[in-house]
């Protein structure tokens, strides 16, 4: 298992998110942040949070590929949006994507825009793979 995720019984329940994880791999690799941009710089998904979320996971799951790592490699995401209390539509399209309620640490941040005006939500990742 190339993570393990800890969530101890003293802290509140984590929804969507693991308060630890615990990386077994031999390299650490680092997935700049993905966004719901298609190849020719269109945004996928409109205005709708969980249509972006989902194209951005796809991205990231094409950057987890190439890395020859998978959903389960991943052990911290950090999503910046411009929504931070939707966390509840953002969890469902990540389960939707990586097809799993299991998640690693994560941070979610709330800024005012991205890069590209339109984006709603961007997701980095740190990998451990063998």
């Known amino acids: 298992m190339p993570r393990q995720d800890i969530n101890p019984a003293e802290l509140h329940p984590a929804p969507g998110f693991s308060h630890a994880s615990l990386a077994s791999g ?13 190849q020719d710089f269109s945004i996928v998904g409109g205005s709708d949070l969980g249509e972006q979320t989902r194209a951005a996971m796809r991205n990231l799951g094409t950057a987890l590929e190439a890395l020859g790592a ?9 999503i910046y949006t411009l929504h931070p ?14 097809g799993s309620k299991e998640h690693p ?12 005006p339109g984006l709603l939500i961007e997701i980095e990742a740190t990998v451990s793979v063998d």
């Open 105 to 116: 640490a994560q941070t979610i941040v709330g800024v005012t825009g991205l890069a590209v």
């Open 85 to 98: 209390t939707e966390f509840e539509t953002i969890t469902a399209a990540i389960e939707e994507v990586q």
């Open 70 to 78: 998978g959903w389960q490699d991943v052990v911290r995401r950090t």
């Open 26 to 38: 031999a390299r650490t690799a680092f997935v700049a942040g993905q966004v719901a941009l298609a």
